[in-house]
Structures are given as structure tokens and as C-alpha cells.
């Protein structure tokens, strides 16, 4: 079957059921062996299967298409009924394609993941043709790439750390298109690409929500004829501008106008008591001392006036196990304040303290990780999965633990926040940890059911409510839900800086989520020289983001902390980190508009911001120029 509407051509291949895609001159297929199934409990399942394939032209007010019915599949000798449409469709107004995925009736089959629709053909040994991979700050990957990438983290699931944008893209030479998936809440992105190429595949996955596929599932197509990974950035930015959702820093500003005091921040994270329990899977029984330690307020707000005194004009703290429980302890009852550290009195002794200095302080917390040491712990408002189970680990500090339903979190926070401001401390910020980076949950709970969708508006909820009160906002990483209500975060990393210094990088580390969002978040960045080879202030600086002077991460070799790589004194440290906010301070409001491998050469990159201000690193010599 073919659809035709301007030069825009859709063709069905009744017999493979795959599509192809006639845009101008450019012909894109989806490829052949990357037959449309479904992944179920009951084994693997081609959409050919189906008893009944029938298609017909789909016409509308807005567009026309293909619209294909797939229905009753045989599952051990059995018929059941199961039977979806998908409708592929071109829309007058944009040529865009849309691909749908419909459930009509879901009886007989347990879901897994829905693969359609499909992986298109990116064969060529060229590193002319690229696919750009939204795994935390991005990676534009070559068709030639030395390094295998095949596992994403979070499974390539979106709004997590492998997925802060819902799309990738592919560019061959300067025809692209970019697949952007409008339902992503349970979806996801799966790539395979072997040692030193040939080909890159990438593919988009859906899963069920509360066990059935429920509703209408639609990735958009826009292809390209002339472009690089730039514009395809600047296609999706003016898609969450077309929904409302690009909310800037010099918007949210005008709600919360401290958020001008916290740019130009140099940021320290540090803590006060951590206490790992015997049940927590951290806990270290060859060497007991290691599982406590106690820093006092006292001594925190010493480092404050030295740091001061070195002369560092703003700064952001954000402090771990401020709480009596200790670090990643008894959430989400998370008080009083630590008593041996000094108690209340200390703690706000430290917050006025770096008042006075015109410095800014923030808490970190959690409303994620429910755990069952808590005083008020409950079963009943774990979330449950669809079959009855409470999911649950003992990894951090804290043992063993559920995830408390996102419908409770809200009223948490206002518990929790309302308690610290009666003791009259002042916050400035509030880290919510794992509400960006991890996935949302689901619910089944019927007391308090919850979609993933549902999940990240209660998030936002918590967010909001932190910014009513004047507190702004952060949480682990970055995704795209978080952008309206969020104004910081801990860290927006590329991926290689996750993994131990020297890993091979799994692509060549571009700026796509700042090519979207630069201008909407405030993000720190790791100020670490890993090595003589690799200084991470050279990425700051290209980022154009906030730098991190002292990280005392919570946990060692996690989150990006490795022992190794160059030491620096507090005065080097400061005089590096002053280059870095300086930018910030210029360019914080600022869209990146346009990132550049200089000559085609990766190891030189350009960054242009919307002031006019370019930023040019040359990670070869680790130089840099700020122009
Ligand atoms: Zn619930």
C-alpha cells in the first residue's frame, strides 16, 4: 500500500509488514528483520501472527494513512482474542508521521513490551552517518564506533538517567529524522551496535501500565533534508514549546527570584552522620568503622567561614544525614535533627551563619525510598505492582526498604518541610533524591492506584510545593517531566563520567539535553581532573553550567566518585571553580543554540550561546577559550 501527501510517501509491505518512508529525495526503511512483536508472557509473538491482518487507507481532517487491524493469536494450541490496530499516518500540516498503537482487546496475552515500530536501516560504514542517544546528557554515536553499545542503563527506559529525553535520531550524511516518542511514560529504547560498526539500530519499546497495554501509544516522525544533530535538538525544543512545557530559568524566576542569587553558585555537597544498618547490603563487617561516621555542625559551618574567608563570593551547600536516623535512613520520617551533631540549635546556628555570609543552603531528602525502620512505616502505602507484589531492596545505608506510593509523597513533604521551618530553618533549596534519574512507579493499590504518568505528577506536586515556599527545588539528575517544576539538580552527566576514568566512551559525548533545555535548569558539574588526559572542568565549561568545589559523595565508587586522578588545593579549586561560575553567571538564561565539533574533529568543541558567548574546548591539549 502507498499514501501520498506533497513529497512525503508511505509504503506498507503487506507481506513483511514493515514501512518505508519517501521524504523528498530520501527513501527510509524500517528494516526487515526487526519484525513488529510483542514480547509476552507466553513467548515471543509477530504481529503476522495474528489470525486476522487487514489494512485499509486511513483518512482524516488532518492527515491519511495506513490503518492495519491485528486480531485473535494462538498461544499453545488456544486462540485468544487479543487484537490491536496501529494506524501510520502523514499529517497535512507538517508532514510529520505519526505511528499509533491501539489496544482494543486485551484478553488472552500478558504484555511484556509492545517492539513497533521497528528499527530502521543504518547500514553504512560511515562516521558521516550518526544516531544520537538521549542517555543522560547525550552521545551522538558513529556508525564506525570502536566501542560495543548495546546495554543502556534503566534498560533505555524514559525520564531515567538512560533516557532524559523521549526520542533518538539518526543522521546519514545531512538527511536525518528524529523519532519522538509522545507517550513515553512507559516506553523505552533499546540500541545495538557492535564493535567498530558497521550499523547502529535503534528501536522503541512499550510496556503496560498497571499490566495491560491500556491506552494509545504514538511516536512522531520528522525527517530532515539538511541537517546535523543540532537541529534535530531544535526540533524537539519546539515541541515541548508547543506544549507548554519549556519553562525558563528567567520565567521561573519571575515566581521565585532567588533562583538569580543561586546563579553563579560554586556548590559543595557534604555530610553530617552517615549509619549504615547491618541489613543494608553497604554495611561492611571487616571494617565496622567504616559503616558510621559523625561530622558536627559546628565543623560544617567552620569549613563555611573558611571557604569564605578564601574568598569564594557565592555558594550553594547541600547537605547529607542532617537528620538523627543518619544518611538514607528511616525516610520518609526523617527527624529530628541530628542530636549528636549538635541538634537543631547547631544546624540553624550553620544555616544563619551562611546567611550572613550571602550563602545559600539546601537539605537533602527523599520521598522515593520508604523505609521499613521508619516510625510510621506502612505497608498499606507501598506501591504495589499490578500482581499483588511489594518490590523491594536492602542496597543503601538505611536496609531494607519499599517505595512509598507518589500519591503520599506530597503530604510528606509538606509534614516534613512545615516541621524544619517551625524550627526556624531558613532553607534555600531542597534536594529530592531519585525523583529524576530513577523511573516513576505505578500503584495498583486501589486505595491509592497511581499510573507511572500519574507518578511524576505527584512529583512535580512535591516540587511545587517546595517552590510556594520560596525553596527551590532539585533532585538527582534531569529529564524532560521535571523541566517545568524543577530549577536545579545534583549533576546532568554524560555517561562516560558515571563510569570508572579510562572506560571507553560509548560515543562521542554531545550536549543534547542542553541544546534542549540549557536555559530552563540550573545544573552542576564534577570538577574532577580524573587524569592528565581528561580534566572534567573542560565540560562545565562547554556546558555552560555551575561548578561543584568540594563533592563528598554519600557513597564510595557510586555516582560517579572515584579515589585517583589529580589532586587540587581549596585555593586551585576555588580559582578553577570562579572561571566556571563566572561563565554560569553570563550565560545561565541563555539557550545553547548551537554545539560544534570543530572541523569535524570531536576532540575540539564549540559551544555558541544565545548572548553571542562561545565556549571552545581542546580536550588533545585541554585548553580552552571563552570568547
Ligand atoms: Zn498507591
Redesign the pocket.
Known sequence: MTIDVNDTQLMLDEKTLSFSVQAGEQTWRFRKDAKPRLECEEGTIYFEDAVVVSHKEFVSGIGKGIQSHYEGFEVNGQKVPYAFDTIVWIEYASGNIFCEWIPLQEEGLNIKAVYWPGEMEFEEAKDSWYTLLNWQQGILLPNTWETEVNKVVFDGFFETAGGYMPWYAQVRDRAGYIAICMTPWNAGWNVDHPENGPYTHVGMRFEPSLGKMDYRRVVRYTFLNDCDYNDMCKVYRAYVKEEGRLRTLAEKAVQNPTIDDLIGCAFVHKGIKTSVQKNSSFYDPENPHKNDNLVTFAQREKEIRELHDLGVKKLYMHLDGWAQPGYDNQHPDYYPICEEAGGEKAMKSLVDTMHELGYMFGIHDQYRDYYLAAKTYDEHYA??LADGTIPGHDRWAGGPQTYL?G?QAPYYVKRNFNYLEEKGIELDGAYLDVFTCNEGDE?A?PY???TRKECYDYRALCFRYLLSKGILPSSEEVSDWCVPSMVMCHYAPYEFMMEKPGTPKKGIPVPLYNLVYHDCLIEPWMMDKVSEEEDYMLYALLNGGAPYIIRDGAYPNTDGSFDGGVKFTLEEQRDRCKIVSDLHEKVAKCELVRHELVDGNYNIQRSVFADGTTVTVDFENQTYVID
Open positions: 506501591c504495589q506510593c500519591t500503584c493499590n491509592h492506584r497511581m
